[in-house]
């Protein structure tokens, strides 16, 4: 019923490329917010970016501007994270959420998400 269903994970080299991509039933997908979080061993869990799926909305976290972007599909329900430039403190569990952040609230807050993914490791190298 409720899916997100994320691939493209893997292995690189610092410096390298990963594109992720997340898809999802068109139930979650009209709940307003797609975002990408991640979580390394040890460590809370992060939004990194995040896209409002009819207004294009994006936000990103500050370590990730200009390396990463975030995108969307209407037609496959789907949102792409494009990761260039990895680095090894990139390396972490990468999750896609669903959800509708409040008015004032920022969108990369985790608990603000319903839907969750079942993640997909990222692994980066030095």
């Known amino acids: 019923q409720v899916q997100l269903v994320e691939s493209g994970g893997g292995s690189v080299q610092a410096g390298g490329s990963l594109r992720l991509s997340c898809a999802a039933s068109v139930y979650i997908y009209g709940r307003n917010w797609m975002g990408w979080f991640r979580q390394a061993p040890g460590k809370e869990r992060e939004g990194v970016a995040a896209m409002h799926t009819s207004g294009g909305g994006t936000y990103y976290y500050d370590s990730v501007k200009g390396r990463f972007t975030v995108s969307r599909d209407n037609t496959k329900n789907t949102v792409y994270l494009q990761m260039n430039s990895l680095k090894p403190e990139d390396t972490a569990m990468y999750f896609c959420?669903?959800?509708?952040?409040?008015?004032?609230?920022?969108?990369?807050?985790?608990?603000?998400?319903?839907?969750w993914g079942q993640g997909t490791q990222v692994t980066v190298s030095s």
């Open positions: 959420a669903a959800g509708r952040p409040g008015s004032g609230v920022y969108p990369l807050t985790a608990s603000e998400y319903v839907y």
